[in-house]
């Protein structure tokens, strides 16, 4: 992608499996870092998606800017104001999704069978090509273009073929939903789309940092 990077290979840390339960059902305003991932990845939060496709498995999970945040910070929820206020203004801008793609368990490019030609196109339009695949419409129909994206290289020791992607936010205040369209692009995983409740996302619970 051309211009200042929004993203790093230092932020992208695959969501971990858990759950976490609620009392009543309300939604908390705070949660640990790993109380983030756990509510992210509960069903009944709406914000992981996933179908089945052939024998491929495509999700799309939210990511919280509070967990990029806690992955620079180190954990750490005791922050010094100014690096706090740095991560703020550097993340708050966009929404953040990771796309996992997997088959049988593993990375999904790894297991197409293709030769070793059509192998190292699909990792070239995966590693530099993507934001012509991926992109966000609205439900005032307007287009949100990728800003960033990271495709983490883990050379077929995973379980799944993860990107994350930034998309600018602004286009979405004041939109009902938000929807994350992937065009076939060669992995054999078809277009698929995924919407998302722009209120479900604005009112994720937050990290609660705090200036030392």
Not at 32 to 43: F, I, N, R, T
Not at 46 to 67: C, G, H, M, N, Q
Not at 100 to 127: C, P
Request: proline share 2%; charged share 25%; glycine share 8%.
């Amino acid at each position: 992608m051309q211009g200042s990077k929004i993203l790093s290979y230092g932020n992208f840390a695959v969501l971990i499996a858990g759950s976490l339960l609620f009392t009543l059902g309300c939604k908390p305003t705070y949660l640990s870092e790993e109380g983030l991932k756990s509510y992210v990845l509960d069903p009944d939060n709406e914000l992981t998606k996933e179908i089945s496709y052939k024998d491929y498995s495509v999700k799309v999970t939210f990511r919280p800017a509070d967990l990029l945040i806690a992955q620079e910070t180190g954990g750490e929820t005791e922050v010094e104001k100014e690096e706090l206020e740095r991560l703020r203004q550097k993340y708050s801008d966009h929404y953040y999704f990771i796309l996992s793609l997997s088959r049988d368990n593993k990375e999904a490019h790894y297991q197409t069978g293709q030769g070793f030609g059509q192998f190292s196109e699909l990792v070239q339009r995966l590693s530099f090509r993507m934001h012509e695949y991926v992109n966000l419409t609205t439900s005032a129909q307007d287009t949100i273009h990728v800003g960033d994206y990271i495709f983490p290289r883990t050379y077929g020791m995973g379980g799944a073929t993860n990107l994350m992607f930034a998309f600018n936010r602004e286009k979405s205040i004041g939109k009902e939903w938000l929807q994350l369209n992937l065009k076939e692009f060669g992995l054999g995983v078809g277009n698929q789309n995924f919407r998302f409740r722009i209120e479900d996302i604005e009112t994720v619970p937050k990290i609660n940092f705090k200036e030392k």
